[in-house]
């Protein structure tokens, strides 16, 4: 594999070295992860889980093929990487938070005159993993090994720490 220097800031101060088979649009998903500290490079793990890249489903739609017959085809909105996280999940303790029923939110919050709508973009990223524990969230791509500074989806205890 053939690297290259890139850079994380403007200024060209901090220098990251990079597979350079990548494509323009996987080199800047690599960067944002980096620049914004979502994940780091780690050369030795207990824990290294493989990744694989699927299409992102945006909706269905028909379309009539050659045949003039009508088809259902999947839309696409770029590509979303996967973590198979399945092997360290298994060994995993499991947190036993219920979450609440929806009829029993809406109870609660019937009958106010205000009320807030939060957006949880990227919600998990939110969550700082202890440093101890950031290594078993390695994971391995064409690009390199990395671990996880805050919590990535996939991991069995994920919906019970953000809701809590």
């Not at 909105?77 to 499991?94: E, M, P, Q």
């Not at 500074?149 to 069995?156: A, D, H, I």
Request: contains cysteine; hydrophobic residues 30%; neutral net charge.
């Amino acid at each position: 594999m053939e690297l290259k220097y890139t850079y994380l800031e403007e200024n060209k101060q901090c220098h990251v070295v990079i597979s350079s088979s990548l494509t323009t649009p996987q080199e800047k998903c690599l960067l944002e992860v980096l620049k914004k500290c979502i994940i780091y490079p780690i050369s030795n793990s207990p824990w290294v889980s493989p990744t694989q890249v699927v299409p992102k489903k945006l909706g269905i739609t028909v379309v009539q093929n050659e045949k003039g017959e009508e088809i259902a085809t999947r839309l696409t909105s770029g590509w979303r990487v996967c973590i198979d996280y399945r092997k360290f999940n298994a060994v995993t303790r499991k947190y036993h938070f219920p979450l609440p029923f929806i009829d029993q939110v809406l109870e609660r919050v019937s009958g106010h005159h205000f009320y807030c709508f939060l957006d949880g973009y990227s919600g998990y990223f939110q969550i700082e993993i202890d440093v101890e524990d950031q290594e078993n969230t390695t994971f391995t791509c064409p690009f390199g090994t990395y671990a996880y500074r805050r919590m990535p989806f996939g991991l069995c205890n994920a919906p019970e720490t953000f809701q809590r």
